[in-house]
């Protein structure tokens, strides 16, 4: 095929158009929470949309690094702090990011339409190996699908591309009608990076299965030792069966994106009161971007005794008269899948 059918296939198939990537903050760019070394703890404690999954007996950390394949950007860094060489059947630790079902609707899944998904990322590792990728199609009937990967060589980045058909496996789960997603702000799709997995969730790769099949047998115990480390970066998801480059948005746009799951506002003057009676003052704080729900608002300071969460904007009623002054400190709000 020539160069110019080439760009006018991918153009055709929308691959070569923006908006291609479906996971958010891909390039680790947007660190809200935290940057410095923080535990592991089933939430997302670090790199927006990422959360981390730990149940072993073991324990690391993920952090902010600049070692990245390009020089330049971030990479999110894991690092083994108490080893557990021994994983029992119901244990696991694993990376995910929940991609929400509204934003999914063009995959076409629950139809014999399905599309195929590449996903692309660069990883490095000390401890070479079998690792595995899942993509868990979550939304009403929940479909599994883990694949291998090799680390080939210790502390060196590579890239990895893989393709997951809607039948692989030669199976029908993704084309039938339960697997639909629906076109709400639920889950849609989990896109999950192994360390390790118990022989409860061991699966056959590069299989569908109804099953919690979230890895295979092969996949190696990254958690054995606490010289281990593990970056990843420039994580891709879109539809086709080539990897094209890496979608690379801006810094304003990615923050837009992660702060629709979660943003946090602190410092002096984050909102200004008006007199709202006798005896209250009334807080408006509008979001920077509609949240996907409505967030649970944390808040710090002079919160008073009520107030009402909304997708678009936050309102704090605060015992005040007219020349106290009062403050809010510090506002979180989670609005994360």
Not at 231 to 244: K, N, P
């Amino acid at each position: 095929m020539s160069k110019a059918a080439e760009l006018a296939a991918l153009i055709g198939s929308g691959q070569a158009q923006g908006n291609k990537n479906f996971v958010i903050n891909g390039d680790m760019q947007c660190w809200q929470r935290a940057t410095a070394a923080t535990a592991a703890s089933n939430t997302y404690s670090t790199v927006d949309r990422w959360a981390l999954s730990e149940s072993t007996d073991g324990a690391y950390t993920s952090e902010r690094s600049t070692d990245t394949p390009t020089g330049t950007g971030y990479s999110l860094k894991l690092q083994v702090t108490t080893a557990d060489t021994s994983i029992a059947a119901a244990q696991y630790s694993y990376i995910l990011h929940e991609i929400e079902a509204q934003n999914l609707q063009s995959l076409q899944y629950g139809t014999s339409s399905a599309k195929t998904l590449t996903l692309s990322f660069w990883v490095k590792s000390n401890k070479t190996g079998t690792y595995t990728i899942v993509i868990v199609k979550r939304d009403s009937t929940a479909y599994f699908i883990p694949v291998e990967y090799t680390i080939s060589s210790a502390n060196t980045w590579e890239k990895k591309e893989i393709t997951i058909t809607p039948t692989a496996g030669s199976t029908s789960l993704i084309t039938a009608s339960a697997g639909a997603i629906a076109n709400d702000n639920g889950h849609g799709i989990q896109l999950g990076f192994g360390l390790a997995w118990g022989s409860n969730y061991h699966g056959t790769s590069n299989t569908w299965s109804a099953s919690t099949h979230y890895g295979t047998s092969n996949q190696v115990n990254w958690m054995d030792s606490t010289s281990n480390n593990f970056y990843l970066s420039q994580v891709q998801l879109e539809i086709g069966d080539v990897a094209t480059p890496f979608e690379h948005r801006s810094f304003g746009d990615e923050l837009l994106r992660c702060q629709r799951y979660y943003y946090q506002a602190s410092g002096a003057n984050i909102a200004y009161a008006t007199l709202y009676s006798d005896s209250h003052k009334m807080y408006s704080i509008f979001h920077p971007v509609k949240m996907r729900a409505i967030p649970t608002a944390t808040v710090t300071g002079d919160t008073g005794t009520e107030y009402n969460s909304y997708e678009s904007h936050y309102q704090a009623y605060i015992s005040a008269t007219s020349n106290q002054s009062k403050n809010l400190d510090t506002l979180f709000f989670d609005a994360e899948l």
